[in-house]
């Protein structure tokens, strides 16, 4: 009888390819199959602004741990408010594996939207300024109950200092845990494979995982609206 020849061992330099497109086809196959479509559109929109209602949708993917999230972040929050109401902003929470606590501040997010809508934001911008004492390094040695006291408590100076132990019982919510699985899913669904992440009129930018400066989104976001003023309604 013929013996079957051995197959050769993969090259190494094949090795991080193959681990990637795994995590890919694994994420991607939850997705579709354990994910039932949320009952609203995923993500934060900016200014209490009207995402679709003829204007120009931006469409961020920010990792709040995430220090180039950080850099473009006041660039885009300019051209957001120098633009509105002609420009709407829906920015999706997108916790990146490889920061440890990332998940962790995303579903601060939902529990801040949960206890005051108009918190988002300003926490969001509080996670930014203060991300440095989240990364993986400083929180080494921390527990998780220590790590989400810690966010919580950070969290209620843009939510309310009385919440406190609101803020904490929302990380024993499974609906906040929902939530943040859900955005990182979404993002998936989409191709996003880091942060920041950017989409207009729903169709991704260049550069991904890079931030973009305030003359970068004048020039994405100027030609876009003198072609909307100067057509009729379709």
């Known amino acids: 009888m013929a013996r079957a020849t051995p197959l050769s061992p993969l090259p190494l330099r094949f090795l991080p390819f193959v681990v ?57 929050k300019r051209a957001i408010e120098r633009f509105a109401p002609r420009v709407s902003l829906i920015v999706h929470p997108f916790p990146l594996p490889y920061h440890n606590n990332a998940f962790l501040a995303c579903r601060a997010l939902y529990i801040a939207k949960k206890l005051n809508a108009s918190s988002v934001y300003p926490l969001l911008e509080l996670f930014f300024k203060n991300q440095e004492n989240y990364y993986n390094g400083p929180t080494t040695n921390m527990s998780r109950a220590a790590i989400t006291e810690d966010i919580s408590k950070l969290a209620v100076r843009a939510v309310g200092n009385s919440l406190l132990a609101d803020f904490l019982s929302g990380f024993q919510d499974s609906a906040t845990d929902q939530a943040a699985r859900v955005s990182f899913k979404y993002g998936c669904s989409r191709g996003v494979s880091g942060a920041p992440f950017f989409f207009v009129n729903g169709f991704v930018l260049p550069d991904a995982g890079s931030p973009l400066d305030y003359d970068t989104w004048e020039g994405i976001l100027e030609p876009l609206l003198e072609t909307q003023s100067g057509r009729a309604e379709l």
Request: glycine share 8%; with cysteine; aromatic share 12%.
């Open 20 to 76: 990637v497109v795994v995590v890919v086809v694994v994420v991607l196959g939850t997705s579709h199959g354990q994910t039932s479509i949320p009952r609203r559109y995923d993500g934060f929109t900016y200014g209490g602004a009207a995402a679709w209602d003829d204007s120009v949708v931006v469409e961020a993917f920010f990792d709040p741990l995430c220090p180039d999230s950080r850099d473009s972040w006041p660039p885009l």
